[in-house]
């Protein structure tokens, strides 16, 4: 009697391919993809051939210049995600299960919030089931940290994702003021090109999110500054501002990291400058709290009110304080 010859069980692709997939349609191309993964290019490559020897089809039309996604890869990649954010569910409510276990949260924030009002995040959650790792850095650097799932939480200046699930909540917005030596009299300078004629301008990098800002900033004012000396971070540039050897454009959070240098320095509102009797428009950056929805249970809108509180009833005003400013001088109101 003849017998049924058994058909080889079905193949999966594993979670760990289908992310890299997303990634890879999220990013753009494939090298892109692998610096938000922190993979070699040729990995996500092995990658991506795994999924299509598994789906017996290709997913990314090589002869265009960077390879495009074919029909059956955009399926995919829409499948995916919805089979991600499932997972994300799954294992958030695993993990309510044993919530009186401590969980380990990576929190990113760019450098001038990690310095400045991280050490409130721990001493405040100390006490709870939460166990706070807190990484500093810039800010596309956590972005891309974020997306791929190596911070669960982040603290930057960007205001929207282009991953889907992520969301973001402004905690608050602080402007942008001019910091001077603390001897140098500004009284008859109206322009900060005038300014710079007397003092070379120090300004952030355009590699930086601040840099970037500023440079767009003057542009829109006409203001044709020589370039000099550029940094990345605060404390070079306020050692030499303090040192009486230029000014610069920053930020009161910036400042209040490198406070060390108030004594030496003066801080002067951007509105205090004027082109053609019109005072310079302001100039601000926000702060947002992102994280990828229906996970980490409700650390996520705990953590924000804590923040958005803590900033707004403490810190801005012990930096007013400082910095000679009325505290909504440095914590600007939400319809800024």
């Keep these: 009697m003849a017998t049924m010859k058994e058909s080889a069980p079905e193949q999966f692709p594993d979670w760990g391919l289908l992310a890299s997939w997303v990634a890879v349609v999220e990013a753009g191309s494939i090298s892109d993809a692998a610096s938000r993964l922190a993979i070699s290019q040729a990995g996500v490559s092995l990658r991506i051939k795994a999924l299509e020897s598994i789906l017996d089809t290709s997913l990314l039309d090589r002869a265009t210049r960077p390879a495009r996604p074919t029909a059956a890869g955009q399926r995919l990649f829409e499948h995916a995600t919805v089979l991600l954010q499932g997972a994300d569910q799954m294992v958030?409510?695993?993990?309510?299960?044993?919530?009186?276990?401590?969980?380990?949260?990576?929190?990113?924030?760019?450098?001038?919030?990690a310095a400045t009002i991280g050490p409130i995040i721990i001493r405040a959650l100390s006490g709870t089931s939460h166990q706070i790792r807190l990484w500093s850095g810039i800010t596309p650097t956590l972005?891309?940290?974020?997306?791929?799932?190596?911070?669960?939480?982040?603290?930057?200046?960007?205001?929207?994702?282009?991953?889907?699930?992520?969301k973001r909540q402004k905690l608050f917005t602080e402007p942008y003021?001019?910091?001077?030596?603390?001897?140098?009299?500004?009284?008859?300078?109206?322009t900060l090109a005038e300014l710079s004629r007397h003092l070379q301008f120090i300004r952030y990098s355009s590699r930086s999110v601040i840099g970037q800002h500023v440079d767009a900033y003057l542009a829109s004012h006409g203001e044709d500054i020589d370039r000099t000396c550029e940094f990345d971070a605060t404390d070079p540039m306020l050692s030499l501002v303090a040192a009486g050897l230029g000014f610069a454009l920053t930020t009161p959070l910036c400042i209040w990291q490198s406070r060390h240098y108030l004594p030496e320095i003066r801080v002067v509102p951007l509105a205090m400058f004027s082109r053609q009797g019109r005072p310079y428009q302001p100039l601000s950056r926000s702060f947002f709290l992102a994280h990828r929805e229906n996970e980490l249970g409700h650390l996520p809108a705990d953590l924000y009110d804590l923040l958005k509180r803590t900033f707004e009833?403490?810190?801005?005003?012990d930096i007013a304080k400082a910095l000679g400013l009325r505290p909504e001088e440095v914590c600007l109101p939400d319809d800024e």
């Design 177 to 190: 003021v001019a910091v001077l030596p603390k001897s140098f009299e500004i009284d008859r300078i109206t």
């Design 313 to 317: 009833k403490q810190v801005s005003r």
């Design 92 to 113: 958030e409510s695993v993990r309510n299960v044993t919530r009186a276990k401590r969980v380990v949260v990576r929190l990113g924030c760019v450098d001038s919030f």
């Design 143 to 166: 972005d891309a940290q974020l997306e791929a799932r190596q911070v669960d939480m982040a603290v930057t200046t960007t205001s929207f994702s282009n991953a889907a699930g992520i």
